[in-house]
């Protein structure tokens, strides 16, 4: 059985990466939010999800059945109509279209 003192070590060594990598992010983040950069990739990313998400998801359905292709299919447009009709809130076109397309498998 390992030794109090290694276990303990063992515990800060990972409190210490833990802590680090949470706060990394907060402490960067301070100065890049008037970024041009930043501001650009805030307004695009939330698209460029929701594009790789729709040919992921068209992709993996091209060698299986008709209703597993609709399926796929209904579910992009949700997606993609959803997130324009809200506001364009990445969360929640998301996981509509998630719900339409696991509905739509099952039922079909």
């Known amino acids: 059985m390992p030794e109090t003192s290694y276990i303990a070590s063992v515990l800060a060594i990972g409190f210490a990466i833990t802590f680090a990598l949470r706060a990394v992010p907060f402490a960067v983040l301070e100065p890049l939010r008037h970024s ?40 992009v447009a949700v997606t993609v109509a959803v ?9 929640w076109s998301v996981g509509t279209g998630t719900l339409v397309y696991i509905v739509a498998v099952n039922l079909g």
């Open 36 to 75: 041009r950069f930043v501001t650009t990739m805030a307004a695009w990313m939330p698209a460029g999800i929701l594009a790789i998400l729709a040919v992921s998801t068209l992709s993996d359905s091209v060698g299986t059945s008709v209703t597993s292709r609709l399926a796929a299919a209904s579910a």
């Open 83 to 91: 997130h324009l009709l809200s506001g364009r809130r990445t969360l």
